[in-house]
């Protein structure tokens, strides 16, 4: 079993930064295929951006350019940079793995979810 752990949510204002950070326990994940999800209110989960284990990453056309995964073997952690924000950008963010390691944009793949953290960006 993986625990998925997120944090680094928060408020901010248009066009600010933050780092979300999914910290997992349990098993190392460095050969898990890894995802970012989002869900805002009245709609439906939707892919951010994944990485395989290889380091092949996927990002959405609403976040290229402005979001960036990454991942830390030694720490087991699963960064997300988030720049240039906009309030569309509002949603409850979600880390996700899969125990294979090849990147899906289906979220029915990943085996293992966090619990979720908020992210509001204020116009």
């Known amino acids: 079993q993986v625990q998925l752990v997120e944090s680094g949510g928060g408020l901010v204002q248009a066009g600010g930064s933050l780092r979300l950070s999914c910290a997992a326990s349990g098993r190392t994940i460095s050969t898990y295929a890894m995802g970012w999800f989002r869900q805002a209110p009245g709609k439906e989960r939707e892919l951010v951006a994944a990485?395989?284990?290889?380091?092949?990453?996927y990002y959405a056309d609403s976040v290229k350019g402005r979001f960036t995964i990454s991942r830390d073997n030694a720490k087991n952690t699963v960064y997300l940079q988030m720049n240039s924000l906009k309030p569309e950008d509002t949603a409850v963010y979600y880390c996700?793995?899969?125990?294979?390691?090849?990147?899906?944009?289906?979220?029915?793949?990943?085996?293992?979810w966090g619990q979720g953290t908020q992210v509001t960006v204020s116009s």
């Open positions: 996700a793995a899969r125990r294979a390691g090849v990147l899906t944009l289906t979220r029915y793949n990943y085996d293992y």
């Open positions: 990485a395989s284990s290889a380091g092949s990453t």
